[in-house]
């Protein structure tokens, strides 16, 4: 009985477990609920979806009508399921997806209170739900909330040391996505080089422990030898090894790739006040209570949460052509559940600047940062997307029948009327970007489209640093590039504006193609010729 006392205040029931996760899933859906109907955004369009299309179409998990990444097949697989079962419609996948973001905050939930005390479990759950990342990836099909769903349950049953458990969630999170590897290798490390018990001293009882934390790597390497039988690469086709492995490894590149890593799990999207604030707290005494003086986070447990959180920054600054925030979805929460902890332990009334937190990641889905970030950030991407569908039922309604010239998402959006935007497919002549050099290659192609249609590819935004050497530091390492002016991209191809919008910094517009006057083009490409 005693036992049973002493463990109550971090041990839930199955029921209370699904009860929690009800009310969770029940929250975000309802939060959600504005995003429901959006068609399919950027990546989920370019290459989750179509897998999982492929995958119903002709029952292969090797990807046949996109570029093949080399992903494992269980986000597909569990994307198709529910396509299959309740049809081709945005809202199915989204609802799917929640479903996942449920089971992540749960487990987000059930680690801190496993670690910490009830209130500081409620505040990193209410947190990680609100902060702008995690919120905008709950209802997105990336294979990233699946990997972070199931390593953040890893991890909880790690540190409740039921061990066989952990590794099957870190199984099935490596099998949602190759790189959430990076979890059990960070535990691995910490059994090798870090834990402090009874067989600290003894080598082999140390490589043990670490060989029970790589079992996930086994099911990932039965999947690349598939895969490699099945397509005659491990990873990926060559594009995708060359664009997210080779041409990042240069030693300038991981050196701003680990900044900016450091930035976007410490500082993007309202992070930095928290940090800051855990930070600050860090120089008052323990706050105390009735109890005396409050607890903290076991230095053990703190330790590796901090590992895993390193092994995920350096890996990402090594590999990964776009540096993209949602790689680190399985960190934020080791971050607001320890900022939540250092808050409650130190500040006497700490539920105020918990509060104020979780409002400043509030606004950060809605205000955008002075700074340069992916739509996929914040709702952002929602001014994207409905932008897009805007521009498709305007070529629905006018321009059936023409060529489009246009770049990926464009490209996919057009043709492959299951992402929610054509009703049927568009012929599409592709462009890597809207650079002045893509435009001027298409120039002496005029037959070969009727239409074109331009779109923002990157945030406009340039930030608070102004910097040229930044800039061109960005479009070496980090695939930036400028678009040619929306105002200027018609005078350039010899067209007429037909339709255009805009809401903020996202912008569309259709072409129709006439005969050209390039004098207005000669002069701002003089400009622009002077400028450099």
Do not use: C
């Not at 699904?18 to 309802?30: G, K, N, R, S, Y």
């Not at 680990?258 to 410490?266: G, Q, V």
């Not at 002549?429 to 192609?445: I, Q, S």
């Not at 331009?454 to 050497?469: A, C, D, H, P």
């Amino acid at each position: 009985m005693k036992t049973k006392t002493k463990h109550r205040p971090t041990q839930f029931s199955s029921l209370r477990i699904i009860t929690i996760f009800a009310i969770i899933f029940f929250a975000v859906l309802l939060l959600h609920a504005p995003l429901l109907h959006l068609p399919f955004f950027w990546d989920e369009a370019g290459y989750y979806v179509p897998a999982a299309h492929d995958l119903t179409e002709y029952h292969s998990v090797v990807i046949k009508t996109t570029m093949d990444a080399g992903h494992p097949p269980l986000s597909t697989a569990y994307l198709a399921l529910w396509f299959a079962l309740a049809g081709w419609k945005p809202i199915v996948a989204r609802i799917a997806m929640l479903l996942l973001a449920a089971f992540a905050l749960t487990n987000v939930f059930l680690l801190a209170r496993r670690v910490s005390k009830l209130g500081v479990a409620v505040a990193a759950t209410v947190a990680t739900a609100a902060y702008p990342i995690f919120f905008v990836q709950g209802s997105l099909t990336h294979a990233d909330l699946a990997a972070a769903a199931f390593t953040l349950w890893g991890i909880r049953l790690g540190i409740e040391r039921r061990l066989r458990w952990s590794q099957l969630a870190f199984s099935l999170a490596v099998l949602s996505k190759e790189t959430a590897i990076i979890t059990p290798a960070a535990l691995a490390l910490w059994e090798m080089f870090f834990a402090k018990d009874a067989d600290s001293n003894s080598s082999m009882a140390r490589l043990r422990r670490a060989a029970i934390r790589l079992v996930p790597a086994a099911p990932l390497a039965v999947w690349l030898i598939f895969h490699y039988h099945a397509t005659g690469h491990i990873f990926g086709d060559a594009a995708s090894i060359k664009y997210n492995v080779t041409q990042t490894l240069s030693p300038l590149r991981f050196v701003l790739a680990l900044a900016l890593r450091t930035w976007h799990l410490f500082g993007i999207m309202n992070m930095l006040p928290l940090t800051a604030a855990m930070v600050v707290a860090m120089f008052f005494p323990p706050a105390m209570d009735n109890t005396g003086e409050r607890p903290r986070i076991a230095v053990p447990i703190q330790l590796q949460f901090a590992l895993i959180m390193l092994v995920h920054l350096v890996t990402f600054s090594i590999v990964g052509g776009a540096a993209l925030t949602r790689y680190l979805l399985p960190a934020y929460p080791l971050v607001i559940i320890i900022a939540m902890s250092t808050l409650h332990r130190r500040i006497l009334r700490w539920e105020w600047p918990a509060a104020i937190m979780i409002i400043f990641f509030v606004l950060a889905l809605f205000f955008d940062p002075p700074y340069k970030f992916a739509p996929e950030d914040n709702l952002t991407y929602k001014d994207f997307v409905e932008l897009h569908a805007e521009a498709a039922q305007f070529l629905e309604q006018h321009e059936r029948g023409a060529t489009v010239l246009t770049a990926w998402p464009a490209t996919d959006e057009l043709s492959r009327p299951y992402l929610g935007y054509a009703a049927g497919p568009f012929k599409t002549l592709p462009l890597d970007n809207f650079t002045l050099d893509e435009l001027l290659k298409v120039r002496n192609m005029r037959g070969q489209f009727q239409v074109v249609y331009l779109f923002s590819t990157k945030y406009e935004n340039r930030g608070w640093i102004q910097s040229k050497v930044w800039d061109r530091l960005n479009r070496r390492f980090f695939d930036d590039h400028q678009d040619v002016p929306p105002d200027l991209a018609a005078q350039l191809l010899g067209g007429r504006v037909v339709f255009f919008a805009k809401r903020k910094q996202e912008w569309v517009e259709i072409i129709e193609m006439q005969p050209r006057d390039d004098r207005p083009v000669e002069s701002w490409l003089r400009g622009q010729s002077d400028g450099r």
